[in-house]
C-alpha cells in the first residue's frame, strides 16, 4: 500500500520568505500526485497536481511543485509566502491506473506566516 | 467552479443514535464520490468508495454496517453513522468527482463535524 510522508508538521514564516515543504511517497508504480490546501474554517481546495511530463508543476496563487522521481519527492515551493497563505497544506498521491483511484494523504503541514 | 456541500455542518448526538451526512454535488454529476474522516491534527483517511447505483467499497478496518453509504443519484451521496459511539465523534469529509479518469480532480466538501455525547 502506499504511503505519504510530510516531515513538516508546523511551519511558521515571515511575509515574503521562501516556503518549501516536503513530500515523500512509498509506492513502486506510477503515481499521481497532489497538493491540497485547508484555509482556516474552508474546506480542502487543490493547489496543483502531476500527472506526467514536465517534473515541475505550477499551480495557483504562486505555488509549484518538483516531482522528483529518484527521490520519490514531491516538494512544494513558493519564493514568497503572504500572510492570507496561512493553511493546512496536504501532500497526496493515487496509483496511476488509468482510472479514478482513492487518495493517500500525508498527515498534513500547518503554515503560519507572521506580518 | 465544481461545488461540494454537505450537511449538516455540524452535529450532536446522543449514544446509540443514528446520524445522517448528506454529500451534494451541486452543479456538476459526480459518478464517483468519497467519504473521508480526519481526527484532530491527523490526515485525511479514506472510509469508502461510492459509486451511483452501486455499492460502496469500504477500506480495511471501516465497518460497512456501521457507516452505511448510499449512492442514490449522480448528485447525492449519504453517509449514515448507526448507532453512534463517542469514538464515532470525528469531522466527515466527502469528495465528489467529475468522472472516471484519474485525470479527474476530486472536489471536497467543507465536511461535518460529528460529536456524540
Known amino acids: 500500500a502506499q504511503s505519504v510522508s510530510q516531515h513538516n508538521h508546523h511551519v511558521i514564516l515571515s511575509e515574503a520568505a521562501s516556503l518549501e515543504l516536503g513530500c515523500n511517497y512509498s509506492y513502486g508504480g506510477t503515481v499521481n500526485l497532489f497538493w491540497y490546501v485547508q484555509y482556516p474554517g474552508q474546506h480542502l481546495q487543490l493547489l496543483l497536481k502531476?500527472?506526467?511530463?514536465?517534473?515541475l508543476v505550477k499551480g495557483i496563487k504562486g505555488f509549484e511543485a518538483e516531482f522528483i522521481k529518484s527521490k520519490f519527492s514531491f516538494n512544494l515551493r513558493k519564493p514568497s509566502v503572504q500572510w492570507s497563505d496561512t493553511a493546512e497544506y496536504f501532500c497526496a498521491v493515487n496509483p496511476n491506473t488509468g482510472t479514478a483511484s482513492k487518495l493517500t494523504f500525508g498527515t498534513g503541514t500547518r503554515l503560519q506566516v507572521t506580518l | 467552479g465544481a461545488v461540494v456541500s454537505q450537511h449538516p455542518s455540524r452535529v450532536i448526538c446522543k449514544s446509540g443514535t443514528s446520524v445522517k451526512i448528506e454529500c451534494r454535488s451541486l452543479?456538476?454529476?459526480?459518478?464517483?464520490m468519497f467519504w473521508y474522516r480526519q481526527f484532530p491534527k491527523q490526515s485525511l483517511m479514506l472510509m469508502a468508495t461510492?459509486?451511483?447505483?452501486?455499492?460502496?467499497?469500504?477500506e480495511q478496518g471501516v465497518e460497512k454496517d456501521k457507516f452505511l453509504i448510499n449512492h442514490a443519484s449522480l448528485t447525492l451521496s449519504t453517509l449514515t453513522v448507526t448507532s453512534a459511539h463517542p469514538e464515532d465523534s470525528s469531522f466527515y469529509i466527502c469528495?465528489?468527482?467529475?468522472?472516471?479518469?484519474?485525470?479527474?480532480?476530486?472536489?471536497f466538501g467543507p465536511g461535518t463535524r460529528l460529536t456524540v455525547l
Open positions: 461510492s459509486n451511483e447505483g452501486s455499492k460502496a467499497t469500504y
Open positions: 469528495s465528489a468527482m467529475t468522472g472516471t479518469s484519474f485525470t479527474d480532480t476530486q472536489y
Open positions: 452543479d456538476f454529476q459526480a459518478t464517483t
Open positions: 502531476y500527472f506526467s511530463g514536465d517534473p
